[in-house]
């Protein structure tokens, strides 16, 4: 397996494992969490490093779960004591964690190298010589290893408690009702959380991995309502975002990481603009039919409520139309187009007169607005 396959295959595990929590932060409105714990692990892998007496996975990854898990904590001890909200909680929890991994390692560390770069924006480039080894055993890169069953572990733990993550997220409530435990499924959604932060950010980095759990599943929540489908997408975004990112790295020779959060970015910016019930383009085209319909039906209620008066046709005349629903010449001309394309009004000699077609029209806009005011 060549390199460039390598660091392929590690970002697309690593942006699917990322991307399939963060729905269930998206629909919490807890995305910056993330950020929280990827900034708190520090003092974790620097106690880790002390344990071990040398750089080590397995004891890092405890160590750095340990304080991820303690920022949770800490973030929800201060929220319980209401004088805080969340996001202030998580503004005083994480700089102070992160600020004590900075001091740990002023004060005990200072002779020890430790590659920020690695730590805030991850090494992905070199994911094909970090190896697995096994009792002597080359098993293959450890990225691969450690994100695959990151992955997995995430998939399993998501399908079988998709029930209860659904329920508690949507009716903390009704879950409660049901005999289920919003807590512990809170507190089992952060774990899992932090197992996929301290795993994903050896190859990300600690700041990037905030973009692989978050904007895959931002840019999946403007394109569908359905959670399933979210999540499907979500995870499918962030794997597309990572083929993307890492082609656009090699074409212009700059960092893959930045890269993929680059294409994240980008996919989020298309969804944002194009999506076909959220997209902006989409909202204001919606706003531009409403208006129409709007200026429509004034049109219509005008020419019927003054259609048996003695002065009807003055009042249905053009310039009189204009200036009694405070509409230019051209906007009063476009929308007796609309209502003559739909049949609804003739045009002649200068007035404009209801058809059969358009005062049925107004008789349903009237039995409609008489049943949403009842």
Known sequence: MTSGTVILLTGILCAMACALPGTFLILRRMAMMTDAISHAILPGLVFGYWLAGSANLIVGAVGATAAAILTVTLVEALQRTRRVRGAEAMGIVFPAMFALGTILISRYFANVHLDTDAILYGNIEFSAFERLVWSG????????????????????????????????????????????????????????????????????????????????????????????????????????????????AMGIDSSIAGGIVTMAGAFFGLALLFSPNQGLVAQRHRARLNKQRFALDLLVMHLFTHERTADEYSESSLGHIGAALHWSPDEAMRTIQRASDRGMVVHANGNVVLTEQGRHYVQRLSVMNRVQVQ
């Not at 289920?180 to 050896?202: D, E, K, Q």
């Open 137 to 248: 055993r080359d098993l293959g890169p450890q990225s691969l290893w450690v994100m695959s069953i990151l992955l997995f572990i995430n998939i399993t733990t998501l399908t079988l408690l998709y029930k209860e993550l659904k329920i508690s997220t949507f009716d903390p409530e009704l879950a409660q009702s049901l005999g289920f435990s919003p807590v512990l499924i809170h507190y089992l959604l952060m774990l899992l959380l932090s197992v996929t932060t301290v795993g994903a950010f050896t190859a990300v980095g600690a700041i990037l991995v905030v973009a692989l759990v978050i904007v895959p599943a931002a840019t999946a929540y403007l394109l569908t309502d359905r959670l399933i489908e979210m999540m499907v997408g979500s995870a499918l975004i962030g794997a597309l975002a990572a083929i993307g990112g890492y082609w656009l």
